[in-house]
C-alpha cells in the first residue's frame, strides 16, 4: 500500500468535522453534552478545528466505568467533543486501512460482523467434511489484548503506513492520553482499577472508536503473516480470537510455535491458555456460536444468560416495571439472535419459562429457525 500522504487538512476540514459531530451523536442527540455542544454547534466545530490546525488540541478526561457482560471490563468514556474528533479522523482514516485488511478479518467492519464471521467458518467446514481427511482447529486467543497493545510499537507501524506528521503527532496524543505519570487511566480511582486496568505505555481504551480502528490495524500484522508468509488458507480473525483450520494436527502445533514467537517479538503479545487444537468434529467455538458443519447453536453460556433475562422480563412487565413497547423490543433482539443458530430447543425453553410465569402464549416460534445453512 502506498504511505497515506496529506491527509490531515481532510480531517479537519469544516464539512468532515460537521459529519463527524452527526455521527458522534447518532442515537444521543438527547443526551446533555450532545445538547450543550449542539447549542453552539458552530463555534464548537470551529474551536475544534482551529486546535487542529494549530496542532494544540489535547484529549479531554476519560469518565471510566465497570461493564459486567460478557465480563468485568473497564469502559473509558471520553467527552463528547473529544468523540467528534475521532469520528473525523475515522471517516478519513478507516477507509484507507480497511482496503488493506484480509478478506477474514470480520471485527468492526461494515458488512462484516458476528453473524458473517460464523457463516464463513461453517462454509469452511463443510468444505473440509468433503475431503477424505479428517480436519483440526487451531484455536488462538490473545491474553488481554486491548490492555497489552504496546504503544511504541503501534505507532511503528503507524508510521510506516502514514507519512503525514501532524496526523502522527495527532493519533500519538490519542494513543498516549489515556495515561498519566501514575500509570493509571485518568480519572480511575486505583483501589477500585483491575490489576490489568493499570496502563503504563502499554494498553488501549476500551470503548474508543479509534481503538476499534488500531486494534484491527495492529492485529493486521499478525493476519498478513498468517496469509502471506504461514501461507494459510482456513485462517479467520475476529478482534483478538483466531481459528485455523489444517488436517495435519502436527502441523497446527508447528504453527501455534510460529505464531506465538511472532507474537511475543513483533507485537509484545501472549496467548493465553484457551489456545487448543481439538478435531473440528468436536465443533468449533466462535463469536459466540458452537459451529458445525451441520449446525451451530448458542454457547451455554449465553443460552443460560438470554434464559435468565427472558425470566427477569415476565417478572418485570407482571409487575409493571415496564413498558409493552421496551417488553417487545427486547423479546424481538432474542428472537435475532435465535434467528441465526440452531435453537429449537432452547426456543421451547424460553416459551416454557414463559408460561410458568402466567402466560399463555409462546412468545418464541416453535418454526425451526436458523439452520445455519448460510454461505459465503
Known amino acids: 500500500m502506498k504511505p497515506i500522504k496529506d491527509i490531515y487538512p481532510k480531517i479537519y476540514d469544516f464539512e468532515n468535522l460537521f459529519i463527524a459531530w452527526e455521527s458522534a451523536g447518532a442515537g444521543k442527540r438527547f443526551r446533555d453534552e450532545v445538547l450543550l455542544f449542539e447549542n453552539n454547534l458552530e463555534s464548537n466545530l470551529i474551536d475544534i478545528q482551529n486546535h487542529l490546525i494549530y496542532g494544540t488540541y489535547e484529549c479531554g478526561r476519560y469518565r471510566p466505568f465497570y461493564i459486567y457482560e460478557p465480563k468485568k471490563r473497564l469502559i473509558m468514556a471520553l467527552p463528547f467533543r473529544d468523540r467528534v474528533v475521532q469520528w473525523a479522523i475515522y471517516r478519513q482514516l478507516f477507509p484507507i486501512f480497511n482496503r488493506q485488511f484480509i478478506r477474514d478479518s470480520y471485527a468492526c467492519r461494515k458488512g462484516m460482523g458476528t453473524h458473517a464471521a460464523a457463516d464463513r467458518l461453517q462454509y469452511w467446514l463443510r468444505q473440509t467434511e468433503r475431503k477424505p481427511q479428517r480436519f483440526y482447529y487451531l484455536k488462538l486467543d490473545i491474553s488481554k489484548y486491548f490492555y497489552r497493545v504496546d504503544h511504541a510499537v503501534l505507532m511503528g507501524i503507524l508510521r510506516r503506513k502514514i507519512h503525514d506528521e501532524p496526523l502522527l503527532c495527532l493519533l500519538e496524543k490519542i494513543i498516549n492520553c489515556e495515561t498519566t505519570a501514575f500509570g493509571l487511566p485518568a480519572g480511575v480511582d486505583p483501589d477500585a482499577c483491575l490489576p490489568e486496568d493499570r496502563l503504563f505505555d502499554v494498553?488501549?481504551?476500551?470503548?474508543?472508536?479509534?481503538?476499534?480502528?488500531?486494534?484491527?490495524?495492529?492485529?493486521?500484522?499478525?493476519?498478513?503473516?498468517?496469509?502471506?508468509?504461514?501461507?494459510?488458507?482456513?485462517?479467520?480473525?475476529?478482534?483478538?480470537?483466531?481459528?485455523?483450520?489444517?488436517?495435519?494436527?502436527?502441523?497446527?502445533?508447528?504453527?501455534?510455535?510460529?505464531?506465538?514467537?511472532?507474537?511475543?517479538?513483533?507485537?509484545?503479545?501472549?496467548?493465553?491458555?484457551?489456545?487448543?487444537?481439538?478435531?473440528?468434529?468436536?465443533?468449533?467455538?466462535?463469536?459466540?456460536?458452537?459451529?458445525?458443519?451441520?449446525?451451530?447453536?448458542?454457547?451455554?453460556?449465553?443460552?443460560?444468560?438470554?434464559?435468565?433475562?427472558v425470566k427477569n422480563l415476565a417478572i418485570l412487565q407482571a409487575e409493571g416495571d415496564i413498558s409493552d413497547q421496551t417488553l417487545k423490543q427486547a423479546i424481538a433482539s432474542y428472537k435475532g439472535i435465535l434467528s441465526h443458530c440452531d435453537s429449537y430447543g432452547l426456543r421451547q425453553e424460553l416459551n416454557r419459562i414463559w408460561r410458568d410465569s402466567g402466560r399463555k402464549a409462546a412468545v418464541f416460534s416453535n418454526k425451526n429457525q436458523g439452520n445455519g445453512v448460510n454461505q459465503q
Open 203 to 309: 494498553g488501549m481504551p476500551i470503548g474508543n472508536l479509534t481503538s476499534q480502528m488500531f486494534a484491527n490495524v495492529y492485529l493486521n500484522e499478525l493476519d498478513q503473516y498468517a496469509k502471506h508468509t504461514l501461507k494459510l488458507r482456513y485462517y479467520i480473525r475476529y478482534m483478538d480470537d483466531v481459528i485455523i483450520l489444517h488436517p495435519d494436527k502436527v502441523y497446527l502445533g508447528a504453527i501455534k510455535n510460529d505464531i506465538e514467537q511472532f507474537l511475543d517479538e513483533n507485537l509484545h503479545l501472549q496467548l493465553n491458555s484457551k489456545t487448543a487444537i481439538r478435531p473440528c468434529s468436536m465443533g468449533i467455538d466462535f463469536v459466540g456460536f458452537k459451529i458445525w458443519a451441520t449446525h451451530r447453536k448458542l454457547k451455554r453460556k449465553t443460552a443460560k444468560k438470554i434464559k435468565q433475562s
